[in-house]
């Protein structure tokens, strides 16, 4: 079935500064590529998401970028702030895993006042 | 976005006994589904609940171990059963309004514990 690979699984960033987290996937037919903020003991969030027929989306200080061909997509956040602190699920839906939501492993950012 | 309520939030269980989840949602919506995270983890799909038949479980769990009930379009339960401790988790209902319109929401979820 299809799967999503996600790195770093850690981020430490100075506040201010930007934060980038990748995923690969592996099926070229997904077509839908979601991001999930999920604060300490709390629901994810979806923050931002992309489709497949557009290159990159921008909300304010978080932007997505997919690259089709090499099969990846990116979450970047930009001036960080402590409030940022969280973990980040990448996702996607595709045919090979039937349209369900398939989730990346996660990585945790810290912003660091 | 929907509004999803669960209940119980928390709960603390024996070993062998079973507990059921509730997922209620404001409006209604095509697909339903449940997750378990674990203690630092990502989010695993348990099921799909379809309204009106049987759930689908993804590979890895089964219907006498985690049976699912969705009898309309705002409502669906998750029971584990027979539980042991390495059930203890977070278990998360999540809606999509409509299928193929992909954005998914999730309950605040339910943390389970087993003793």
């Not at chain 1, 099926?27 to 992309?50: C, H, M, T, V």
């Amino acid at each position: 079935g299809e799967n999503v690979e996600q790195h770093p699984s850690t981020l430490s960033v100075q506040e201010g500064d930007s934060a980038v987290i990748k995923c690969t996937y592996s099926d070229s037919a997904s077509n839908y590529f979601p991001w999930y903020k999920q604060e300490l003991g709390k629901r994810p969030q979806l923050i931002i998401d992309i489709r497949s027929n557009v290159g990159e989306k921008k909300d304010q200080r978080i932007a997505v970028t997919l690259n089709k061909t090499a099969k990846h997509f990116s979450l970047h956040i930009t001036e960080t702030q402590p409030e940022d602190s969280a973990v980040y699920f990448c996702a996607l839906q595709g045919p090979l895993g039937g349209f369900k939501t398939i989730f990346g492993a996660g990585t945790r950012l810290f912003v660091k006042a | 976005s929907a509004v999803i309520s669960q209940k119980p939030s928390r709960d603390i269980c024996q070993r062998g006994t079973s507990l059921t989840i509730q997922c209620q949602v404001d409006s209604q919506v095509t697909m339903m589904f449940w997750y378990r995270q674990q203690p630092g983890q990502s989010l695993t799909l348990i099921a799909t609940a379809n309204q009106g038949s049987e759930a689908t479980y993804e590979s890895g769990f089964v219907i006498d171990k985690f049976p699912i009930s969705r009898p309309n379009l705002t409502f669906s339960t998750l029971t584990v059963s027979n539980m042991s401790p390495e059930d203890s988790s977070i278990y998360l209902c999540s809606v999509e309004a409509l299928r193929g319109a992909n954005e998914q929401f999730f309950g605040p979820g339910t943390r389970l514990t087993v003793l």
